[in-house]
C-alpha cells in the first residue's frame, strides 16, 4: 500500500509538471549571455572617406608605415559600422611590424570585433596574449579602460569573475572620479554574480583594501536582498565607516538609485491550484514562497500581506477578478500553462503580474504588466550548448526522456546546436519503463555494428581469435538529461560500453542538493548546471526542503523561495541602466522581454562528493 501511494504521488508529480512545463511551439534561439548594440551600416561619411584614403595610402606606403595606415583605416571602419570592410582591412595588417602602441590598439581591434560577433572562444584565446599582458600596465588609462571591458564581457560569457574583477577594482581607484561612474557599474556587475562564499573573501595586503571594501559592501547588501530600506541603512552605514572608498564617492548606478523613492507593495495575491493532483506541488511551492515571507519579516517590517487563493476549480479569471476586488497590488500566479496563455492573450493587465510557469515561444510576449518566471529547461540548454562551444565540443550524444520537459529541452538543443554549427551524431530518447540503458545505448555508439564485425571475423577467418568491441569515436560530448535514479544507470552503461572517457554535461534535474556519497559514485566525473541553492555556501541564507521530497518538488519549493525575492526586486529587474542580475535560488536572474531568464553556476561530481567549478575549467 505505502510503494502504491508513493507511485500515485510521483504520478501526480508528473502530471502537475507536464502542465507546468513550459509550452514551445517555435524554440527560439537565446543570444549570447552579452548583447552588444548592432552596428549599422552608416552610409559614406567624412569618416569613411578618410579610412579609404589610409587605405589607399598604405598600398603605396613603406614597410614602416604601411601598417599603421591600415591599423587606422580598419579602426574607423569598424566605428562608422562597415564590419566587413574593416575585417578585409584588418586581415591585411603584419603584427609583428607594429610598435608597442599600435599593437595594443591593434589587439583591442580585434577584440571589439570578436565581442560584436559573440565569439568568445576566439576572443578568449586572442586575449591570452603575453604580449598585451606587458604592455597593459604601460598604456594610457583610457585604452586600459576599454580593454577591462571587453575582459569583463567575456568574463561574465565564460564565469571567470575574479581576475577581471580585481583588473577592474584597481583601474577604477586610478581613474579620476569623473570616469570611475562606468567602470563602478561594472564591477557592481561582477559581485552580482559571484556567489555568496566568495564575497566573503578578504585579502589582508594593503594594496586590496579598495578590493575588500567592494567585497564588504557586496556581502552586507547581499544578505538583504528584497529589502530596500535595509540595504539603503547598510549602505549608508558603509559610507560613513569607508568615506575615502571610490563607491562611496561614486556609487555604482544600482546604489544610487536606493535613494530613489519607490512604493512598497502592501497586498500581494498567490494564485495556487492546491487541489487534487496539483496539490503536493502547490503545497511545497507555497512553503517556499512563505520562507522568503519568513526570512524577510525577520528583519523588516514592511512585509507584505499575503492571500492565498485556490486556483484549481474555479476559472482564472474569476480568481484574478476576486484577488483584484479585495485590493491585491500585485498577483503571483497562475502556474499551470494554460493559464500562463491566456494572460499572454490579453492586451492588458491591471496590476504587475509574475507567473510561476513560462512560455518559451517567439511570438508570445504578453502585456507590459506581465513577467514571466519559471524553471524552463530551455535556460539550462542554452548554457550547456555556451559551454560545450567555449570548450570546442562540436559532436554531441544527447540522452533524454521520451516525453515531457525532456523531449521538448533536447528538441530545443539539437536545433539551437545545428543552428551554431554543431552536430548531433546521435539522440536517443528513453521511456520510463526502461530498464537496461546498455541496450539501448549499443547502437548510438556503434558497439552492435562492432560487435556483429568481431563475430564474423571468428566466422570467416578463426573461431579461437579474440575480438574486442569498439565504439565510435566521433563523439566529443555527452548531454544528458534525467532525474539522479535514471542517471545512475545512464553513466555506468556508458562506461560498460568503452564510453567512459567522454564528456558528460547535464541539467540540474540530475542533482537533489544533496549528496547521497556512494551512491552517487556512479555519477562522477558528470557536470551539471547546479542552482546555487544545491551548493553550500551560495547563499547568504542556506535554502532547505525537506531532503526527502521528490527532486520535482525541491525544485518548485526553490522556484516559490525565488518568487518571493522577484515580487520584492522586481523594479530593479525592470531598470534599463546599471542593473546587475539577480543572484537567487534557482539561478542568476534577468529580465528580457517580460520574461525572467535563469542562469546557474556549474558544479561536478567527484567520489561521491558534489564540487562547485569554475565554468572556465
Known amino acids: 500500500m505505502r510503494i502504491f501511494k508513493n507511485y500515485l504521488l510521483y504520478a501526480a508529480i508528473l502530471a502537475f509538471m507536464g502542465g507546468c512545463a513550459p509550452s514551445t ?6 543570444p549570447p549571455a552579452i548583447v552588444q548594440a548592432p552596428l549599422i551600416d552608416h ?63 591593434y589587439t583591442i581591434l580585434g577584440a571589439e570585433r570578436l565581442r560584436h560577433q559573440g565569439d568568445w572562444a576566439e576572443l578568449k584565446t586572442w586575449l591570452d596574449d603575453a604580449q ?159 520562507a522568503g515571507f519568513y526570512e524577510f519579516s525577520e528583519r523588516s517590517d514592511k512585509a507584505p500581506e499575503v492571500h492565498v487563493y485556490d486556483s484549481a476549480a474555479r476559472p482564472l479569471q474569476e480568481v484574478f477578478d476576486e484577488a483584484l476586488s479585495a485590493g491585491a497590488e500585485m498577483i503571483i500566479g497562475p502556474v499551470r500553462s494554460a493559464g500562463v496563455r491566456s494572460l499572454v492573450g490579453l492586451e492588458q493587465l491591471p496590476v504587475p503580474t509574475i507567473s510561476l510557469n513560462r512560455i518559451d515561444t517567439q511570438d508570445l510576449v504578453g502585456p507590459a504588466n506581465l513577467f514571466q518566471f519559471g524553471l524552463s529547461p530551455l535556460d539550462e540548454m542554452d548554457q550547456i550548448a555556451d559551454r560545450a562551444w567555449l570548450l570546442g ?30 552536430a548531433i551524431v546521435s539522440s536517443v530518447h528513453y521511456p520510463a519503463t526502461v530498464r537496461d540503458f546498455s541496450t539501448l545505448l549499443k547502437a548510438p555508439l556503434h558497439i552492435d555494428a562492432s560487435e556483429t564485425r568481431g563475430a564474423e571475423l571468428k566466422r570467416f577467418i578463426n573461431s579461437r581469435l579474440t575480438t574486442r568491441a569498439r565504439r565510435r569515436q566521433d563523439i566529443d560530448l555527452v548531454v544528458m538529461l534525467s532525474y539522479p535514479s535514471i542517471a545512475r544507470q545512464i553513466k555506468p552503461a556508458l562506461e560498460f560500453l568503452y564510453a567512459a572517457d567522454l564528456p558528460v554535461y547535464a541539467s540540474s534535474h540530475i542533482f537533489t542538493g544533496l549528496a547521497r556519497g556512494s551512491v552517487d559514485r556512479d555519477l562522477s566525473g558528470i557536470e551539471f548546471c547546479a542552482m546555487p541553492w544545491m551548493l553550500d555556501g551560495q547563499l547568504a541564507t542556506p535554502l532547505s526542503p525537506d531532503p526527502e521530497l521528490h527532486t520535482a518538488l525541491q525544485r518548485f519549493y526553490a522556484l516559490g523561495y525565488d518568487a518571493f525575492l522577484v515580487h520584492r526586486e522586481l523594479a530593479n529587474l525592470q531598470r534599463a541602466e546599471g542593473k546587475p542580475p539577480l543572484f537567487a535560488a534557482t539561478g542568476l536572474l534577468s529580465l528580457e522581454s517580460g520574461k525572467i531568464k535563469r542562469r546557474t553556476g556549474w558544479a561536478k561530481f567527484d567520489r561521491g562528493r558534489v564540487v562547485a567549478i569554475d565554468a572556465s575549467e
Open 132 to 290: 598585451l599582458d606587458y604592455l597593459t600596465p604601460r598604456n594610457s588609462l583610457n585604452q586600459r579602460r576599454q580593454l577591462v571591458d571587453i575582459q569583463t564581457d567575456l568574463s561574465i560569457v565564460i564565469g571567470q569573475i575574479e581576475p577581471t574583477l580585481r583588473n577592474s577594482v584597481a583601474l577604477a581607484a586610478a581613474l579620476p572620479a569623473s570616469q570611475r561612474q562606468h567602470l563602478h557599474n561594472r564591477i557592481w556587475d561582477l559581485l552580482g554574480r559571484m556567489p555568496y562564499d566568495q564575497l566573503e573573501k578578504r585579502d589582508p595586503s594593503p594594496s586590496k583594501q579598495h578590493l575588500n571594501g567592494w567585497r564588504q559592501l557586496a556581502t552586507q547588501l547581499r544578505s538583504a536582498a528584497g529589502d530596500r530600506g535595509g540595504q539603503l541603512r547598510l549602505f549608508d552605514a558603509w559610507r560613513s565607516r569607508m568615506p575615502y572608498h571610490p563607491a562611496a564617492d561614486t556609487p555604482p548606478i544600482a546604489l544610487s538609485n536606493l535613494y530613489v523613492p519607490s512604493e512598497e507593495v502592501a497586498k500581494v495575491a498567490l494564485l495556487l491550484p492546491l487541489q487534487n493532483q496539483y496539490r503536493a506541488a502547490s503545497q511545497t511551492l507555497l512553503n517556499g514562497f512563505m
Open 43 to 105: 552610409p559614406v561619411t567624412g569618416d569613411t572617406r578618410r579610412a579609404e584614403q589610409l587605405y589607399r595610402s598604405a598600398q603605396s606606403a613603406g614597410e614602416a608605415t604601411r601598417n599603421k595606415l591600415l591599423l587606422d583605416s580598419a579602426g574607423l571602419f569598424y566605428r562608422n559600422g562597415h564590419l566587413q570592410r574593416s575585417r578585409k582591412v584588418f586581415t591585411e595588417i603584419d603584427p609583428q611590424r607594429l610598435l608597442d602602441s599600435e599593437y595594443f590598439e
Open 393 to 422: 565540443k562540436r559532436r554531441v550524444l544527447i540522452i533524454a526522456p521520451e516525453a515531457g520537459w525532456g523531449r521538448r529541452a533536447s528538441e530545443y538543443f539539437v536545433q539551437t546546436w545545428v543552428e551554431r554549427g554543431g
Open 25 to 30: 511551439n517555435t524554440p527560439i534561439k537565446t
